[in-house]
């Protein structure tokens, strides 16, 4: 998912969408272990995702001065 997309949601929706993915990271992380995933690349690109959503959770509860 690009940034600008995630930018266009609420706050809301963002909370939303970290529970998913942060539940797929789990689920790659435990497939990696198992030896299901043949690559780690898709682990990597989620938890990327997740420190994006994250950061962007931050920004705009620090434009709307709630913390």
Known sequence: MLAKEIREKSV?????LLDETSIEYFKLKMQLTTGQLPT????????KNIALIKT???????ADGTE
């Open 12 to 16: 809301k929706e963002l909370i939303t």
């Open 56 to 62: 962007i959770i931050n920004e705009k509860r620090l």
């Open 40 to 47: 780690h690349r898709q682990v990597r690109e989620s938890r």
